[in-house]
């Protein structure tokens, strides 16, 4: 396995940042989707996202990385009568697990296993890379580049929580559960808007503008480049100190509470953009529960809606293509309107 | 830097040496020291023995061992990063793996033959694997990955009305030389000066890990970048191994500000998207230092935070000097590109670059030319017969043609709407305004369905193509936004340009439709013509191709009353006729809408 540069090296991309870890402490986000200029370090800053966080606990030698001790949710091994008696548990590094373009729709969602069945003549499920995702990430760079089919499965799977494989004699289910990442860069090709607004946040990533900014990020890469292991010992302290405050923000989100005037600005927020549905005032109230965990607050702040607005709805505004103002200057526009300055 | 930079003439021509020469060989050599640090050069000329010369000498610069693999413009996915070995699986009775190209070229260099023509997603793969370091295969019930650090040489024909390399690639290599320029005299290097540089290149090679380069080198050449308008922040950090690498074959332990310099000339020229003004920010002291001041002391560390020294100037200045004196030419025309001429003999690969239709399953199937077998497919149909058919003591997998299951594509022919818009002075300014309005408006709708939509304009004497075919809203958009109006109206040249993008577009398996949007007033003739008064007939004339190649049209007259003219024109065309005088973007879009 090939060193990874650490999450707290990144330089500049805060609202990147921000947007993965707040996925990280809270999954059921619905996925992330980081679209902007190449070399901005959208693929290099997921990698690290996978190396920092916590490792968790599986059911030691589950494909699906059931959890121990659940009852509900588990795989058909997990939960059948096989399974009698407390499951052996293992502690794994949590998945993120890396779509390479190209990979086949049987890889995808697992198909009959080749080997076994050749050899001993056995029909037997070889779980894919959604079976592998399970409880972790699945991440699609270039996810505008995907093939369409391929896409439209995704979404599905991520939105239920389920994969359902009926395929050559197999009928399988398994549960699914996973945090979509996708990145691309919109010149190359648009994301359909169906699927823009199954993510949960988007985040534009931008050129950083600032050369000391751009020094200090060349710097360190080269650094990392010519000596990963130093490099990464250099910054033990820093990571291990964001995946304690990670950790301590997972652990607090379940209590961190949101006032009735909280709850009622995000209302007239979306209202006033126009936002349609109610998946974007969820996605708003639960991104800045997860910000308020993240910075050790116990309530979420109007400080915290600003934060993660332009993320949780920039990509839900209907499109207007002769309207010259991008996404951003019309949410500013209406936090501006509704939050008060 | 004597051997480096000073290197004595290499086509032995004294003072007609020609510097698109010089640095090519530089980026060359470069190159060969670190190709997967640089991760690869761009080689813009036409096949021949200049190209041939810049091959041999990298060639001959990497170890005995070192893979060289060719690719093809049009290799399939399955063959780049590997899948199911049929030999060896029918063989051993298990599922074999089988490495692609991808991972056979670890270690070694990947020649791209015609690397312009290679589609999106073979970029993206050798995109993908130049980043991670690894091929990795989800496909055919291989999960598998590879070790795979290479570099790229893309071979580009350097015509001019091709498109450039992906742009995802472009963003990752190091170098692009163009020796377009370069005759075939000046390549003729002596066989052991060639000889001599492939030799020291090992020896660089294995000084580049210890060559240090001080803070001021990062901070010139990210200033550098950054003052030339280039965004990505892969350019200062290759342009960084670059100066190592030559540091390292000049035998310097540091990177010294001329090698810093060299970087950023050959990294950053041909990147720049600015220029930037002609005198350096103007600073406190003054900029009239003696240039010989000693570099890469520990006492400019204060210099270096202050965001300016002299070796910045000296970085940014060789860069600056590099730049082709084209470009603010080409920057003022925000992307447009020339029309691509119909070429001939071209047919067949226009073919075989086919978008290729969705795979919808499989069927039973014999195996004709021009079906795919579904390898996986066959093996697991064949799977629950192998106790039976097997022989004793034989791991052989016994497939039947019974077994034999193609892969069913179902192709849906994607649209795309060309727009043929006249730009000209009899076209009021407004008018060219509600175009763009519906292009947008078009695109916006059309990614919901995934079209495509392109655009040319016509003005002064010739068409040009603005948009070329995308679905990108922001690509076009920034496109559209340079578009000049004003000048004649080479109607005949609008017609016939649309009409060759609509048949090549056509070739690639794409149904275009032409939207010619004028008011019919022709008064330039075809630039072979050259009698101004034939222009109406020219116009006709290349009406009638349309009507022949059955191509589908609509003719939108958009002067202020409906003339015979333009209805004369519409029908020569096989064209529908739509007169809109008044068009604004949403009426335009109505009427394409009903075109189906």
């Given at each position: 396995m090939a060193a990874v540069f650490p999450f707290s090296a990144l330089a500049g991309q805060e609202e990147m940042k921000r947007a993965l870890l707040i996925a990280a402490v809270e999954p059921a986000i619905g996925g992330v989707l980081i679209f902007g200029d190449r070399g901005t370090g959208k693929s290099t800053a997921i990698r690290a996202l996978a190396a920092l966080l916590p490792p968790m606990q599986v059911v030691a030698g589950c494909a699906y990385n059931c959890p121990p001790g659940a009852s509900a949710g588990l795989c058909g091994l997990c939960a059948g009568?096989?399974?009698?008696g407390p499951l052996a548990a293992a502690t794994v590094a949590v998945p993120v697990v890396d779509m390479p373009l190209g990979a086949t729709e049987d890889r995808v969602v697992g198909a009959l296993d080749l080997e076994r069945a050749l050899t001993r003549g056995e029909k037997a499920f070889e779980p894919g890379l959604l079976a592998r995702a399970h409880r972790g990430f699945l991440y699609i760079d270039e996810v505008n580049l995907l093939e369409d089919h391929l896409v439209d499965l995704l979404l599905d799977v991520a939105a239920s929580g389920e994969n359902v494989v009926e395929r050559e004699g197999l009928s399988v289910r398994h549960p699914a559960r996973f945090v979509l990442i996708g990145s691309g860069n919109p010149e190359e090709g648009e994301l359909r808007p169906q699927l823009l607004d199954r993510f949960g946040l988007s985040v534009a990533v931008e050129t950083l503008s600032d050369l000391s900014l751009r020094v200090e990020a060349v710097k360190r890469r080269d650094a990392f480049e010519r000596d990963p292991h130093g490099f990464l010992e250099e910054w033990r302290p820093q990571e291990d100190a964001l995946r304690a405050r990670l950790q301590a923000a997972r652990a607090r989100l379940a209590s961190v509470s949101v006032a009735d005037e909280v709850l009622m600005q995000a209302s007239r927020l979306c209202l006033s953009l126009g936002t349609d549905g109610l998946r974007g005032e969820l996605t708003l109230l639960r991104a800045a529960r997860a910000l308020a965990a993240l910075e050790g607050e116990d309530r979420v702040t109007m400080a915290h809606l600003r934060q993660v607005a332009p993320a949780a709805l920039g990509h839900r505004l209907r499109r207007n293509p002769l309207d010259e103002a991008g996404s951003g200057a019309r949410i500013e526009r209406a936090m501006a309107e509704v939050l008060g300055t | 830097m004597r051997d480096l930079i000073e290197q004595p003439d290499p086509g032995g021509g004294g003072p007609n040496r020609n510097p698109a020469w010089a640095d090519g060989l530089l980026a060359v050599r470069l190159f060969a020291v670190d190709p997967a640090g640089l991760a690869g050069i761009i080689l813009r000329a036409q096949p021949g023995p200049v190209r041939d010369a810049c091959l041999a000498l990298i060639r001959s610069a990497m170890p005995e061992s070192a893979p060289w693999r060719k690719m093809p413009a049009q290799v399939e996915a399955s063959r780049l990063i590997g899948g199911l070995d049929l030999a060896q699986t029918l063989k051993a009775g298990r599922p074999v793996a089988e490495r692609g190209l991808l991972a056979e070229a670890n270690g070694g260099i990947i020649v791209m033959a015609m690397a312009e023509r290679v589609p999106q997603g073979v970029a993206a793969l050798i995109a993908q694997a130049l980043e991670s370091g690894e091929a990795r295969v989800e496909r055919d019930g291989v999960a598998h990955a590879f070790p795979s650090r290479f570099g790229i040489v893309a071979l580009d024909e350097g015509l001019p009305e091709d498109e450039p390399l992906a742009a995802l690639l472009r963003d990752r290599v190091a170098f692009c030389a163009d020796l377009t320029s370069v005759a075939t005299g000046e390549a003729a290097s002596p066989p052991d000066r060639l000889e001599t540089w492939a030799a020291a290149v090992p020896a660089a090679r294995t000084r580049l890990a210890r060559v240090v380069a001080g803070d001021e080198i990062v901070q010139a050449l990210c200033g550098a970048a950054l003052a030339l308008g280039i965004g990505s922040l892969r350019a200062p950090l290759l342009a960084l191994r670059a100066a190592r690498a030559a540091a390292a074959l000049d035998g310097s332990p540091r990177v010294e500000e001329e090698h810093a310099a060299l970087a950023a000339r050959l990294v950053f020229s041909w990147r720049a998207t600015a220029l930037p003004p002609e005198e350096a920010p103007a600073k406190a002291e003054s900029p009239s230092e003696p240039p010989d001041e000693p570099q890469g002391e520990p006492g400019l560390g204060d210099d270096a935070g202050s965001g300016g020294g002299p070796i910045d100037d000296v970085v940014l200045e060789a860069a600056r000097a590099a730049i082709p004196p084209d470009l603010l030419s080409r920057l003022q025309q925000a992307g447009i590109q020339p029309m691509p001429r119909a070429r001939s003999g071209q047919s067949g690969m226009a073919i075989k670059s086919r978008a290729k239709g969705r795979p919808v399953g499989t069927r039973r199937g014999e195996l004709r030319s021009g079906t795919r077998l579904s390898l996986i497919d066959t093996l697991r149909a064949a799977a629950p017969w192998q106790p039976l058919r097997r022989r004793p003591g034989s791991a052989r997998i016994e497939v039947r043609p019974d077994d034999f299951r193609v892969t069913r594509f179902k192709q849906r022919t994607q649209s795309v709407t060309i727009f043929a818009v006249d730009a000209s002075g009899s076209q009021a300014f407004a008018r060219l305004a509600e175009v763009k309005g519906a292009v947008e408006l078009l695109l916006a709708e059309s990614y919901v369905r995934r079209d495509q939509v392109a655009l040319i304009a016509f003005r002064g004497q010739t068409a040009e193509l603005v948009v070329p075919p995308t679905r990108s809203l922001v690509r076009a958009k920034r496109l559209l936004a340079g578009l000049p109006g004003g000048g004649g109206t080479p109607l005949a040249a609008g017609i016939e340009a649309s009409a060759a993008l609509a048949e090549a577009l056509r070739r690639k398996g794409l149904s275009p439709t032409i939207v010619l949007m004028t008011d019919g007033r022709a008064n330039i003739t075809r630039p072979s013509a050259g009698n101004r008064l034939n222009a109406v007939e020219d116009a006709l004339a290349a009406a009638r191709l349309v009507k022949q190649a059955q191509l589908a049209a609509v003719f939108i007259d958009t002067s202020p009353r409906p003339r015979a003219e333009a209805q004369r024109l519409a029908s020569e065309m096989g064209a529908r006729y739509v007169p809109l005088p008044y068009a604004d973007a949403a009426a335009l879009n109505a009427v394409l809408k009903r075109r189906a």
């Amino acid at each position: 396995m090939a060193a990874v540069f650490p999450f707290s090296a990144l330089a500049g991309q805060e609202e990147m940042k921000r947007a993965l870890l707040i996925a990280a402490v809270e999954p059921a986000i619905g996925g992330v989707l980081i679209f902007g200029d190449r070399g901005t370090g959208k693929s290099t800053a997921i990698r690290a996202l996978a190396a920092l966080l916590p490792p968790m606990q599986v059911v030691a030698g589950c494909a699906y990385n059931c959890p121990p001790g659940a009852s509900a949710g588990l795989c058909g091994l997990c939960a059948g009568p096989d399974a009698a008696g407390p499951l052996a548990a293992a502690t794994v590094a949590v998945p993120v697990v890396d779509m390479p373009l190209g990979a086949t729709e049987d890889r995808v969602v697992g198909a009959l296993d080749l080997e076994r069945a050749l050899t001993r003549g056995e029909k037997a499920f070889e779980p894919g890379l959604l079976a592998r995702a399970h409880r972790g990430f699945l991440y699609i760079d270039e996810v505008n580049l995907l093939e369409d089919h391929l896409v439209d499965l995704l979404l599905d799977v991520a939105a239920s929580g389920e994969n359902v494989v009926e395929r050559e004699g197999l009928s399988v289910r398994h549960p699914a559960r996973f945090v979509l990442i996708g990145s691309g860069n919109p010149e190359e090709g648009e994301l359909r808007p169906q699927l823009l607004d199954r993510f949960g946040l988007s985040v534009a990533v931008e050129t950083l503008s600032d050369l000391s900014l751009r020094v200090e990020a060349v710097k360190r890469r080269d650094a990392f480049e010519r000596d990963p292991h130093g490099f990464l010992e250099e910054w033990r302290p820093q990571e291990d100190a964001l995946r304690a405050r990670l950790q301590a923000a997972r652990a607090r989100l379940a209590s961190v509470s949101v006032a009735d005037e909280v709850l009622m600005q995000a209302s007239r927020l979306c209202l006033s953009l126009g936002t349609d549905g109610l998946r974007g005032e969820l996605t708003l109230l639960r991104a800045a529960r997860a910000l308020a965990a993240l910075e050790g607050e116990d309530r979420v702040t109007m400080a915290h809606l600003r934060q993660v607005a332009p993320a949780a709805l920039g990509h839900r505004l209907r499109r207007n293509p002769l309207d010259e103002a991008g996404s951003g200057a019309r949410i500013e526009r209406a936090m501006a309107e509704v939050l008060g300055t | 830097m004597r051997d480096l930079i000073e290197q004595p003439d290499p086509g032995g021509g004294g003072p007609n040496r020609n510097p698109a020469w010089a640095d090519g060989l530089l980026a060359v050599r470069l190159f060969a020291v670190d190709p997967a640090g640089l991760a690869g050069i761009i080689l813009r000329a036409q096949p021949g023995p200049v190209r041939d010369a810049c091959l041999a000498l990298i060639r001959s610069a990497m170890p005995e061992s070192a893979p060289w693999r060719k690719m093809p413009a049009q290799v399939e996915a399955s063959r780049l990063i590997g899948g199911l070995d049929l030999a060896q699986t029918l063989k051993a009775g298990r599922p074999v793996a089988e490495r692609g190209l991808l991972a056979e070229a670890n270690g070694g260099i990947i020649v791209m033959a015609m690397a312009e023509r290679v589609p999106q997603g073979v970029a993206a793969l050798i995109a993908q694997a130049l980043e991670s370091g690894e091929a990795r295969v989800e496909r055919d019930g291989v999960a598998h990955a590879f070790p795979s650090r290479f570099g790229i040489v893309a071979l580009d024909e350097g015509l001019p009305e091709d498109e450039p390399l992906a742009a995802l690639l472009r963003d990752r290599v190091a170098f692009c030389a163009d020796l377009t320029s370069v005759a075939t005299g000046e390549a003729a290097s002596p066989p052991d000066r060639l000889e001599t540089w492939a030799a020291a290149v090992p020896a660089a090679r294995t000084r580049l890990a210890r060559v240090v380069a001080g803070d001021e080198i990062v901070q010139a050449l990210c200033g550098a970048a950054l003052a030339l308008g280039i965004g990505s922040l892969r350019a200062p950090l290759l342009a960084l191994r670059a100066a190592r690498a030559a540091a390292a074959l000049d035998g310097s332990p540091r990177v010294e500000e001329e090698h810093a310099a060299l970087a950023a000339r050959l990294v950053f020229s041909w990147r720049a998207t600015a220029l930037p003004p002609e005198e350096a920010p103007a600073k406190a002291e003054s900029p009239s230092e003696p240039p010989d001041e000693p570099q890469g002391e520990p006492g400019l560390g204060d210099d270096a935070g202050s965001g300016g020294g002299p070796i910045d100037d000296v970085v940014l200045e060789a860069a600056r000097a590099a730049i082709p004196p084209d470009l603010l030419s080409r920057l003022q025309q925000a992307g447009i590109q020339p029309m691509p001429r119909a070429r001939s003999g071209q047919s067949g690969m226009a073919i075989k670059s086919r978008a290729k239709g969705r795979p919808v399953g499989t069927r039973r199937g014999e195996l004709r030319s021009g079906t795919r077998l579904s390898l996986i497919d066959t093996l697991r149909a064949a799977a629950p017969w192998q106790p039976l058919r097997r022989r004793p003591g034989s791991a052989r997998i016994e497939v039947r043609p019974d077994d034999f299951r193609v892969t069913r594509f179902k192709q849906r022919t994607q649209s795309v709407t060309i727009f043929a818009v006249d730009a000209s002075g009899s076209q009021a300014f407004a008018r060219l305004a509600e175009v763009k309005g519906a292009v947008e408006l078009l695109l916006a709708e059309s990614y919901v369905r995934r079209d495509q939509v392109a655009l040319i304009a016509f003005r002064g004497q010739t068409a040009e193509l603005v948009v070329p075919p995308t679905r990108s809203l922001v690509r076009a958009k920034r496109l559209l936004a340079g578009l000049p109006g004003g000048g004649g109206t080479p109607l005949a040249a609008g017609i016939e340009a649309s009409a060759a993008l609509a048949e090549a577009l056509r070739r690639k398996g794409l149904s275009p439709t032409i939207v010619l949007m004028t008011d019919g007033r022709a008064n330039i003739t075809r630039p072979s013509a050259g009698n101004r008064l034939n222009a109406v007939e020219d116009a006709l004339a290349a009406a009638r191709l349309v009507k022949q190649a059955q191509l589908a049209a609509v003719f939108i007259d958009t002067s202020p009353r409906p003339r015979a003219e333009a209805q004369r024109l519409a029908s020569e065309m096989g064209a529908r006729y739509v007169p809109l005088p008044y068009a604004d973007a949403a009426a335009l879009n109505a009427v394409l809408k009903r075109r189906a």
